[in-house]
């Protein structure tokens, strides 16, 4: 890592984030013109930290913004300093978010859930839908470094048991476990960034989400059955032993778990803070979220006296773990700058007319039933749950649809899920790779095609119903 680099981004970035809630509450024409010079900051430092194949996704998006004003733009380099801004509470999000895992780092939470709810987990469908909710959950305090966590976790748990058979059993929950929880976990950027930017309900938004989050939880438990018959191996019979020997490593022996408790007080704490948060003040909720974990992460360490944790976490955070997240801050900047772009050339208004026209031509189509093979075919670009769910209703936010906003959330977010759990070429399926060491293509095209093809269609005829009705 180039250590100049390497600095120049965590100061811009940190920077960036801090004059966006400066200015949030206290308007200053000074500041607020800092906001695009750090923009600018943001992906010269990003350009010369990260390796070429990892920056070329953000050159691609700047340099198609720069040629969609160049040709549509009256006051180019205003719309530039504009469009550098336009991420701006994103990225205030995601400097704060990742602050949530540090509390997970300092007990064995799961571990202990896995002791505790050992009855419940005790058959192979049972561990199956336990392993994909239980990734949903874990997902609202690591983001997509729950794929990675889980899995190691799991790994851990079967060590013994690495074969393609079960390979298939953990990666599939893991990956589909995340992958739904873009539907409605609120603290996935993308899926609080649809709801804004839409003009969508949020309880509405969420309870929708989790619905098919758990309709595709039950869905994808049917496809494991099968998949277990086809491989002839008994799951249930080696669960139940790995679980025995777990129990026996508990420090909770009794029937009461202090972890489980706390993990519970935790998760409603947090999340219960940032609905009263915004209830009380109108904060919007990209703002609400960041500052609520801010807080609550500090109170955190306060309570159970390891502020010393919480220095070296920091330290290490401000030191090191920001420049880990250059890929992401620098396509987000990038991404922004596109979608101010393409609003200012109505572009929307084309796409939106183009698929108008296909279902003019095919009477059983509508825009919904397109918009998720929008955001697929993003994916297998290389495009990433974030910035796909950023370009798309990006430019979705301008053009005025005929139906409730919550359904055009849910039909974005489906098309995420099915992004993240088929393209061999988005950070989910390149980290589950990464550590089962199967290729991209298996663990994403040819364990989840089936799957995402049924999941696609139920979401669609929930969707198509009620438009019709």
């Known amino acids: 890592m180039n250590q100049k680099a390497a600095i ?42 990260l390796p070429l194949k990892k920056i070329q996704l953000q050159l691609f998006l700047i340099a198609a913004a720069l040629i969609v004003l160049f040709f549509t733009s009256n006051s180019f380099m205003g719309d530039i300093f504009e469009g550098l801004q336009q991420m701006r509470s994103l990225i205030g999000l995601l400097l704060i978010v990742p602050m ?7 007990e064995p939470y799961i571990e202990e859930i896995m002791s505790f709810a050992h009855n419940l987990l005790n058959k192979s469908q049972k561990f199956y839908f336990g392993l994909m909710a239980m990734t949903q959950v874990i997902s609202h305090f690591l983001l997509f470094g729950v794929v990675p966590m889980m899995y190691r976790f799991i790994d851990v748990f079967l060590k013994e048991h690495k074969d393609e058979a079960w390979e298939n059993f953990k990666g599939t929950a893991i990956l589909r476990g995340f992958g739904l929880s873009t539907l409605w976990v609120i603290s996935i950027p993308s899926f609080i960034f649809a709801v804004e930017a839409l003009e969508a309900t949020l309880w509405k938004s969420m309870a929708l989400g989790f619905a098919f989050a758990f309709a595709g939880t039950i869905l994808s438990v049917i496809f494991s059955y099968f998949q277990e018959k086809k491989y002839g191996v008994d799951f249930t019979y080696v669960l139940k032993q790995e679980i025995d020997k777990a129990m026996k490593n508990s420090r909770n022996q009794g029937k009461w778990n202090k972890d489980v408790a706390e993990f519970v007080f935790l998760f409603i704490s947090l999340f219960g803070t940032i609905f009263f948060v915004h209830e009380m003040t109108g904060l919007e909720f990209l703002l609400t979220i960041p500052l609520v974990i801010l807080g609550w992460t500090m109170l955190y360490f306060l309570i159970k006296r390891k502020p010393c944790s919480f220095v070296v976490e920091t330290r290490y955070y401000f030191s090191t773990g920001i420049a880990k997240q250059a890929q992401q801050f620098s396509i987000l900047i990038a991404a922004g700058l596109l979608i101010y772009a393409l609003n200012q050339s109505n572009a929307g208004g084309y796409v939106i007319g183009g698929m108008n026209y296909l279902t003019g031509i095919v009477p059983v189509l509508n825009v919904l039933f397109l918009i998720p093979f929008i955001v697929i075919f993003l994916g297998f670009i290389g495009l990433g749950p974030l910035p796909v769910i950023v370009l798309v209703t990006g430019v979705l936010e301008a053009i005025p649809f005929p139906y409730p906003p919550e359904l055009v959330v849910l039909a974005v977010t489906s098309g995420s899920v099915i992004s993240i759990i088929l393209s061999p070429f988005v950070m989910p399926v390149i980290i589950l790779s990464s550590v089962n060491g199967l290729s991209g ?6 364990f989840n095609l089936k799957f995402a093809v049924a999941f696609y269609i139920m979401v669609q005829l929930f969707i198509q119903t009620v438009i019709h009705l």
């Open 8 to 49: 120049g981004f965590i100061f811009s970035v940190s920077a960036y984030a801090l004059v966006h809630f400066v200015t949030y509450f206290f308007e200053s024409g000074p500041l607020n013109a800092m906001l695009p010079i750090l923009g600018v900051l943001i992906l010269l430092s990003a350009l010369f930290l």
């Open 100 to 106: 949530i895992s540090w509390v997970l780092k300092e």
């Open 441 to 446: 293509i298996r663990n994403g095209l040819q």
